[in-house]
């Protein structure tokens, strides 16, 4: 496999608002080194009961301010009324956003398990039928290879995703998984059940592996045994743990494009180093203007 670029071969990044000052140094500096890659979008999460929403329309609106990238902010359908939601949404689009991420969003912390709001979108399908009345946005959603925890079943969470698609998103970006033949059973599951959109993988590259088993436990994803036999003894070893991190999302990634797969979502943390390198190495490059 040629590790230079295919045209076809697009990238899109998700940042997280920061909450002090350092914090955003870091993410500016990252969005800094990683736009000269022109992803196709950069994402902005949203907290829980909508506790970053400030701070994720201040990181948008700077985004579009002073860069030339395409902003997907996430909304959820935690924490607000439907008409407060749809507020924000002609907001964005007054501020000239063109894309967003619809999620259902999770409960806050003590809240036990989901229970919609009566006057509220009560799930992500509704939530994007409710956006795209709103206007034409560019929807992007969720998508679980090995099942959201909280679906009666795979069927069900294919139906779910098939819900959300139909409703009119445009494209699911997968929860971040490590083996790529999960990536293709899903992906067939998909077909078979009549789902045609584009299915992005997301990548996690590894900052620090108790960090990634915690997010792990969370959406229920698969942290392999090869995988933390990779990470063992690294503890007091940031620089060798960066090396091992690199080498095994450039793997990944070199294993899905083997199979066609054209789009990639990286989860960066904020980071910059790790997504760069794994771009670089397949061959997403700053582009040289022509003058």
Known sequence: MSDRQDKRTHVSFEFFPPNTQAMEQTLW?????????????????????GTTRERTHAAVARILTETDLTAAPHLTCIGAPRSEIDDIAREYWDMGVRHLVALRGDPPKGAGHYQPR???YAYASDLVAGLKRI????ISVAAYPEVHPEAKSAA??????KRKLDAGASRAITQFFFDVGLYFRF???CAKAGIDSH???GILPITRFPQLQHFAELCGATVPVWLQDRFEGLE????????????????QVALLRKEGVDEFHFY????????????HAIGVRPQKVVV
Request: charged share 25%.
């Open 29 to 49: 500096n990252s969005i800094k080194h990683l736009s000269v890659l022109r992803p196709r979008f950069v994402s902005v999460t949203y907290g829980a009961d």
């Open 118 to 120: 009566p006057d509220g």
């Open 135 to 138: 206007a034409d946005f560019d």
């Open 156 to 161: 069900a969470d294919l139906d779910n995703l």
């Open 187 to 189: 992906r067939e599951e």
């Open 199 to 201: 299915i992005v993988p």
């Open 236 to 251: 007091d070893d940031p620089a060798t743990r960066q090396l091992i991190a690199a080498s095994v999302a450039i793997e």
């Open 268 to 279: 960066t943390l904020n980071r910059h180093e790790l997504a760069f390198a794994i771009c």
